[in-house]
């Protein structure tokens, strides 16, 4: 097999698994509740709680930090004690679920964090992080 064609095999092998590796924290947790979010609507529960675990590299915390969901539905994630202060924001998450209200936990450095989802005929709607 010749090096350009195993380039293009790794290329594609990167691209098809997502890429995870060169994301941010709030993009992997957002993903996380993007196919939590899939599978509670193709089910017949209700409610769904999942644990995400966090990563601190790359582009995540190292310490402690904060999850915020705002009222809009956006989500950040906070490093505390980082110079210069660090944060990670996306709204990929509001593909798949509604955010009806402000949230916003602190976690430890490496904590996990568990999200609860709730359906409402079709929409899903996240109801808690804790």
């Known amino acids: 097999m010749t090096s350009r064609i195993r380039r293009a095999i790794l290329a594609a092998s990167l691209v098809v698994s997502g890429c995870s590796f060169m994301t941010d924290a709030a993009t992997r947790l957002a993903y996380d509740i993007v196919r939590?979010?899939?599978?509670?609507?193709?089910?017949?529960?209700?409610?769904?709680?999942?644990?995400?675990?966090?990563?601190?590299?790359?582009?995540?915390?190292?310490g402690t930090y904060q999850v915020t969901f705002d009222s809009g539905g956006g989500l950040s994630i906070s490093c505390d004690k980082s110079y210069p202060e660090v944060s990670y924001s996306t709204t990929y998450h509001r593909n798949a679920v509604t955010v009806p209200a402000q949230l916003s936990i602190r976690k430890n450095a490496g904590e996990p964090l568990n999200v609860t989802l709730h359906k409402q005929g079709d929409t899903i709607v996240l109801t808690r992080i804790f």
Do not use: E, I, M
């Open 36 to 62: 939590n979010a899939h599978t509670l609507k193709s089910s017949a529960d209700t409610d769904r709680t999942f644990v995400h675990h966090p990563s601190s590299s790359p582009s995540g915390c190292s």
